[in-house]
């Protein structure tokens, strides 16, 4: 079971920028495929990001394609979440998780308790 802890949101002005972090203990980290993902009040979750186990190729939301940035460092058991341009939009609680590839669906992981975005305008 890996346990996934997520930090770095806040407010923020729109255009501005954040970088969240997901750290995960547990099971062997580096050999799943991460992502990001985001809920909105009254939303459903949604897909924002992915990164496969190596890194080596990333996916992205419609949304977040062109302001987004994901990576991840396997030596220390973290992934990031790089925001920039950030619009009222994208105000949620962003949380992440294991994935599977392609579909970029959750695999069954625990969720963390999330870190909250809030973009004012």
């Known amino acids: 079971q890996v346990q996934l802890v997520e930090s770095g949101g806040g407010l923020v002005q729109a255009g501005g920028s954040l970088r969240l972090s997901c750290t995960a203990s547990?099971?062997?980290?580096?050999?799943?495929?991460m992502g990001w993902f985001r809920q909105a009040p009254g939303k459903e979750r949604e897909f924002v990001a992915g990164?496969?186990?190596?890194?080596?190729?990333?996916y992205y939301a419609d949304s977040a394609k062109g302001r987004f940035t994901i990576s991840r460092d396997n030596a220390k058991n973290m992934v990031y979440l790089q925001m920039n341009s950030l619009k009222p939009e994208d105000t949620a609680v962003y949380y992440c998780?294991?994935?599977?590839?392609?579909?970029?669906?959750?695999?069954?992981?625990?969720w963390g308790q999330g870190t909250q975005v809030t973009v004012s305008s």
């Open positions: 990164i496969n186990w190596r890194g080596s190729s990333t």
């Open positions: 547990g099971r062997i980290f580096s050999n799943y495929a």
């Open positions: 998780n294991r994935i599977t590839i392609p579909t970029l669906t959750p695999d069954g992981g625990s």
